[in-house]
């Protein structure tokens, strides 16, 4: 096999329109994000959280956490959490709520480039993440201990000056790390296609996706959307989608379950570097994603037979 020729070259080709691709829907966003945070808009916002934040268990404070996080990746609500005083339950459930409702601007709109409704995805991760805050505050342990945080310095911005130089210094690193990790993606999956290991891949994983109310064409995008996340798995799957090789319906299926559930290795870890169990919060996603999934299809299902009906009157 010519690798460079036959798997290199193209892969680097198709990761550099890829990443142009996603770049042009990252960075205006960020920058807004970092403009609404230095005039005080995301701290404006958090206020009217903290009445609902009495039933989540959490004091008032951490609403700007769980804003933070609608709007930025995981780092940026995490660098607030290690500057603050929590005990491990709410850390708990901090966790959960931000690893399901996390960078939702940029998200939402990449999974609306895959044919499913941008306000959907963002609404069903607020709505989801509640739902689990409240359902972990009824059954997690009262005491649960103290965590130890570690302190971290943050780069303050004073001037639009700084926030344009941070921007751009993030931009910069961000670019090259998406470019790098789709090429890693693009090389893995021609060297699979190549040696006709997609489709033997895909049928280990079948009993899982059955099990996940998850087609089976979408078992290659189930994989890349747990170990990297939404942001490359949905590069792939518009790669996937062009080709053919997965319809618009099963994409929004596997779109409903990866909206609350990805990126299971680096989005644990991160929490259970602070002492999070990795089974709270690896677990839960994993039945929130099921039920979501399962009560698309049944929705889907039920609407089918109204046309249906509607139709043979």
Known sequence: MDFPKKI????????GRTTIWLLKIILPISLLVRF????????????FLDPVFVHLGLPGSTAIIFITSIFLPLYAPLAIIMSMTVTLRELTILALMCQIAHNLPVESAIQAKTGTSFWSMFSLRVV?????????????PKEMGMPIFAKVN???????????????KSSAQMALL???????????????????????????????????????????LWLIGYIVGLAYGGAMMIDQMS?????????????????????????????????????????????????????????????????????TI
């Open 8 to 15: 290199l070259f193209p892969s680097l080709k198709k990761s």
């Open 36 to 47: 609404l945070d230095y005039f005080g808009v995301l701290t404006f916002i958090a206020q």
């Open 128 to 140: 989801v993440s509640i739902l689990v805050g409240i359902l972990l505050n009824l059954i997690l």
């Open 154 to 168: 943050t780069e303050a911005m004073t001037s639009i000056v700084d926030v344009l130089v941070l921007w751009l």
């Open 178 to 220: 998406i470019f790098t990790i789709i090429t890693v993606l693009n090389v893995i999956y021609k060297l699979l296609e190549h040696y006709n290991l997609i489709t033997k891949l895909s049928k280990a994983i079948e009993p899982v996706l059955r099990f996940f109310g998850l087609p089976t064409s979408t078992g290659f």
């Open 243 to 311: 080709d053919g090789k997965v319809t618009k319906s099963d994409a929004e299926l596997l779109n409903y379950h990866l909206a609350v559930s990805h990126s299971a290795i680096e989005d644990n870890l991160l929490f259970v570097a602070l002492g999070v169990s990795v089974w709270w919060i690896f677990g839960v996603r994993l039945v929130a994603s099921w039920i979501v999934v399962w009560m698309r299809r049944s929705f889907l299902q039920m609407r089918r037979k109204v046309i249906h009906s509607s139709s």
